[in-house]
């Protein structure tokens, strides 16, 4: 299979760092194109770029020339680090222009007619893209909390049904992006409110969780997403944690469920990205912790190279039934692996 | 009025620190014995403490030398800062010698003629000591983060009464006491286990809002604490914040509420400590929070001297009805300065 | 004694904030005016400022209105908290039109007819602002880091004479201001560099130290300040610490010390503010600490609300002669309550 | 080459579980026996153990069962992560006893006969094993603190002599083990003083680089190390920072010296793990940054898995010569990375 040439686009920010960390030696794309915003267009990556990441940034890309978005770019895929807000109509732009635009931003992700996805949990949404109209197509990756309440969320739905949902988050602050969160304002602190955090998460999950139908209303209309009848109650805190969100979940489920059920759900959880053994795949999604005082953020993040999600502490509650904590990579599986993982089930799908 | 004369037991500790910290210049306390475990005994304080608190050891306290707890002591209240496990026999025996032992150890919170006391919350069932059958007797105050919670839910229960709630906590370091939580676990890090406190959390709330019955069923029995009949649901975590316990809750309530009922409700609740004007009470027990990202542990704690709970954060909750945010420091308000509001209280109804 | 009016200047930022904490309930100045940018300008304070201290914004600063610095201002004596590089010509500005400027920005410190004062260690060098030539005139206080290296060196160059000193300092992001430091730079880390700060330390030190002559050449020239003949050695890094910095310094003496000596030294050290009991001033300005483990920004910063420093852990330097620890407040006694205790010492000579 | 069967011993503490993560894998070294306290023989590792790492415990090391040091092993070589204080004798029993043990502990690092051993400092220094008398030998590697400073000099000293050293810690609280120190002592604060931390810095730097005389004094005696003739002054200081420690240190030269004559001794400065391309060697020992924020602990501890030292900031000091800044792992190399690579170095030289 020939390797796909890739521009990553907001390619200076934390997520687009955190991009080309996952993309430098990936089989399948090869950056050949950095985009950034008019302040760094013409500089070299390694100039331009306040690289903020623990690994090195990778050699190959210190002396890549940063473009911008509207020029020409020698690249097929587009992945997006664009801030919310930023992000909109430039994507539309790359679409209309024949990219194949996977994106990390939230500005495009209720839109009807493009995939909100998450490979375990909806492969099947990738087909909206057809209803795009445009030489390219834009795909979007859920919120980074939503991404790791959802894939514990999948299992339990496939399997009982969920009614209704409380989660409280626990959000590290890389988040936030760069420069971000400042710190006079986390250290040995707990923020209780993130903007617009709790939103998504409620109306994120519906659309990860609900059903794609051929034509909704029985007519010859377009094919859409029909939101999961789930009631969400979310609310998203900020904590001293560099890397790892963590949900405090309680769920009703649809029908009776007994413990070993429920564990056995998660751990035999399998999606597209497992069988079609895709390169930044987890091999097992969701991991059970036994130990009382796990899943830990700073300890359990990085299982499979941060594109696992951990669950445990699972016992009754006895108002919805179950509650369980659950934590994962933000800005791997909850980001920037997320877009790859998308794409990476474009091309085997073959709609790359 | 006379100064009564206190002991410290368990005054080496970091709860016993903070004891000495809030007692130093109080105007119905005078310190005259300190007392610790036999490691320490006949030692002077300031040599056998490792002072851990921000502020200064006072110097009255310095030289002071440490007795056992069974010794004869030369006070008349005892303030225990015994850790929980150890406290039980020790804190009964004092109470048989005479003492009137103010506690902050769990071991005797659920005994049924124990009164586990909030004096803004449930003054009146302090006549439970009557009980006794001692010459002292015996005071507890809750768990730290179940006094944050029930400050914040006594209004909500008096005004429309709470059928249900779901509490996630984020505690503080402190709340582990010295030396406590190793840095390794929780720099960067939340831990979503916490031994025993979820417990303490569901079954203390019920008995802090319950109703003192003069005489269960009816009949000539002794009186007693008639649980709420709240479901409770707790969920306890730890996060790398110095001071102050943080919880999100959920709240059924028992009849319709308006948000300004409830935002009246709290901010116009007034218990026995305002109206006695008993020296540590705070003017206003419930601060309410306009601000989206408050309140915070570490900027809010330390308000009217660390003895008001903090409020925000109100809103409808599709589940339950309503949710909100609400914090409070651990050790003063949640440890050691309830246990001497409790005093207070007991002095100025003439139960000292 | 008539209380003084007052503007701040740079009144949103987190200097601005300390010096409104600080001006609350002072005695001798009372603040009539706040100042902003334009981007402020005509706001109510409790709108335009994001109050980031830890204790509540006094309630009378919250409705009153931001002027502009080119407006006139109802105050008689003016605290800077503009950011260094903007205050300049600002604060120039404001002498020429006949204000008592007292600045905490770093852009004429080494003026040569500004003083560049700390009360107890150079207060004859406010001599200097009669060659000022204005109505008004300008004072400074030094960077945060140095005025608590120079409060630990003053008592030693007095007694001893200081040759040569190497300070390494690990500061609290606080001293960055807000936003400040972002916490995915600072949050489990250690940043070995603060632009422009090591120059500052090793220049402001040897002006402080200085002396004043009447006349430098023996003419009839204006006065000067000859600097200190020390050399400086200076390496600043940031550490993830809220409040209070602290410095590791190694000094060579010009003669020979006993231990003994050099902690009579510091303990026995009054200067002006002490003699004068002005307000803001500690009682001990140097305070020992005799456990190995101390003195600890975090546990320290705050004797004397604030306004002393601390030194510890002296013991002989194989290569200078002796080491030592000491930390301080860099808001409190490194920023505005500098400015406000040099504004007293003004007062208190009749300069104001 | 047949791999080596080894022992962990003192295999739960946290520089044993890093032991077993390094040599998990291992090309040279088996592991086939964990040695722990009366308080866990017996018990399965994974039951005694309460793993504290990052990632997560290799399972081939869970169920092996917990020896005691008295009991036969069924290994060649012991690597020793038995705490400071405990390690002396039982190592020494080890030793006599025909095991290769290699020890992190402080106990013999000074005796006269045992190498204290960097392998690309001093690696002729093996020798002394051979006047120890036993079946067995032992060889220590020095304080994690020691080893990031002595790598940053050795390539100093080489080139032009080190005369005196100021040198000035801020160390990770992983380099007090595992519970090590309590949260509420270093959460945003910094801790001035490691006990006996400072003598180990300045005495086993002499040794890493003194000379071996093969018979000193001129007679037939044995051989014996010649400490280096070099004054070191060190201070060291905790920070909140999970894993690297930090040096900033001056230095006086021997001889003159040009900024790129010393860039470059760090650059091209490689040892015996080079040369003999021992497994855990990193392909560069000492990295130099250029960027002026750098090096930090948190964002350059990992590089070459661990195993390099980074230096940065280096620019004349007024007062020694010059200044820079060091960082390392004190975990990896500067504990368990540092004993398997003196083991790997005894395999390569066979004396293993």
Redesign the interface.
């Known amino acids: 299979m020939a390797v796909k040439k890739a521009a990553v686009v907001g390619a200076t920010g ?1 997520v687009g760092q955190r991009f080309l960390s996952l993309l430098h030696g990936h089989p399948q794309f090869r950056v050949t194109e950095l985009v950034a915003s008019e302040r760094s267009a013409g500089k070299a990556y390694a100039e331009a770029a306040n690289w ?5 940034l990778p050699k190959e890309f210190a002396g890549m020339p940063l473009k911008l978005a509207n020029e020409d770019l020698d690249a097929e895929v587009v992945f997006s680090a664009i801030p919310s807000g930023t992000a909109g109509p430039v994507e539309s732009d790359l679409a209309k222009r024949g990219y194949k635009v996977f994106s990390n931003a939230k500005d495009h992700r209720m839109d009807p007619d493009v995939p909100l996805l998450i490979p375990e949990v909806n492969a099947d949404h990738a087909a909206l893209v057809r209803q795009q109209g445009t030489d390219g197509f834009l795909v979007t990756n859920p919120n980074c909390t939503t991404i790791v309440l959802v894939m514990a969320l999948k299992p339990l739905h496939d399997a009982f049904g969920i009614r ?1 949902c ?1 989660a ?1 988050s ?1 959000q590290a ?2 988040g936030a992006g ?16 993130i ?1 617009g955090e709790e939103e998504k998460v409620e109306t994120e999950t519906l659309k990860l969780l609900g059903t794609l139908r051929a034509s909704p209303g029985g007519g010859r209309g377009p094919a859409a997403i029909e939101p999961a009848a789930i ?3 979310a ?1 998203c ?1 900020r ?4 890397e790892g969100h ?1 949900i ?1 979940a ?1 769920v009703e489920l649809g029908r009776d469920a007994r413990e070993a059920d429920i564990l056995h759900a998660w751990e035999s959880f399998r999606g597209d990205p497992q069988r079609l053994k895709l390169p930044s795949a987890p091999q097992q999604p969701v991991h059970v912790h036994r130990a ?8 359990d993040w ?2 499979e190279r941060g594109m696992a999600v951990s669950v ?2 699972l016992r009754p ?4 039934g179950w ?1 369980f ?1 659950c ?1 994962g990579s933000n800005t791997v599986r909850g980001a920037a692996g997320a877009s790859i993982l998308n794409a990476e089930l474009f091309l085997a799908k073959g709609l790359l």
């Not at 710190?183 to 602190?189: R, S, V, Y």
């Open positions: 934390a903020v990441l623990n690994e090195p209704r409380i409280v626990q602050v890389s760069y420069p971000g969160v400042p710190t006079l304002d986390i250290l040995g602190n707990v923020v209780p409110f903007g009631t969400m109650s609310t805190t904590v001293p944690v560099e963590s405090t309680h009382a005082n796990r899943p830990q953020p700073r300890r990085g299982l445990g502490r509650d006895p108002i919805l509650k904590f934590s």
